[in-house]
């Protein structure tokens, strides 16, 4: 069965600091990974990541897949309140259709 | 540019009854996939249609069907309601296959007493 494990489950933080979260996957047939974050409804495309150890980066989010360790990390630098939402993370693979297997997501609060 | 729409907003049904959820993709998307979204968890996945046609569906049972139509947009149907079936259900849009970058759209919720 298809797994997605991200850390930390949830995080404080203040205005200014860095995080990194975490994505960990055991899938099928494995295509490429993709983060979302998600404020009150729909989850907001951020990346998507096919090729191991090649950066995608939009702004102060950065993100990096590395498919040996079948893992990917997402960094917020510099973060600003607007940042607080679920970050979700979703391995695309099975058959070649394209599903996409959810973590439970990591809740980023972060106070002024 | 519109984006994923879907329709209701809310509903509320009771146990046992038939509900059917709405979805328009984004424009110029041809695959449509639905997600069932419980409180505190990730969504996961009920199936994607593309042509028209079922291309791969999750762990859900048959209650769960679903239809696409010749303008790509879609629709969910849940018969027998069960409790355990309230959620906030998210369509996705994308284009072609494999349909990898999805797009959601705001979702619908559902409350079944």
């Given at each position: ?112 | ?42 969504p996961q996945f009920i199936f994607q249609y ?64």
């Amino acid at each position: 069965e298809d797994k997605v494990v991200q850390s930390p489950l949830s995080l404080v933080v203040h205005e200014g600091d860095t995080v990194t979260l975490n994505c960990s996957y055991e899938v099928t047939n494995f295509r490429s990974l993709l983060w979302y974050k998600q404020e009150k409804k729909a989850p907001t495309f951020l990346f998507m990541l096919t090729s191991s150890g090649i950066e995608k980066k939009s702004g102060r989010l950065s993100s990096i897949l590395d498919k040996k360790e079948l893992s990917s990390i997402l960094n917020i630098t510099a973060t600003q309140t607007g940042d607080s939402a679920i970050y979700l993370c979703a391995p695309a693979g099975g058959t070649s259709y394209g599903k996409l297997t959810f973590g439970q997501g990591t809740i980023l609060t972060v106070h002024p | 540019d519109a984006g994923v729409t879907q329709s209701p907003t809310h509903l509320i049904k009771t146990r046992g009854q038939q509900v059917t959820l709405r979805c328009s993709p984004k424009s110029g998307h041809d695959t449509v996939s639905w997600y069932q979204q419980a409180l505190g968890q990730g969504p996961q996945f009920i199936f994607q249609y593309y042509e028209e046609e079922e291309r791969q569906r999750g762990n859900f049972p048959d209650r769960f069907s679903g239809h696409q139509f010749p303008n790509y947009s879609s629709e969910l149907n849940v018969n027998a309601l069960l409790l355990g079936d309230s959620a906030l259900y998210l369509c996705a849009s994308s284009f072609g296959q494999p349909s990898y970058e999805q797009y959601f759209g705001p979702g619908t919720r559902l409350t079944v007493t």
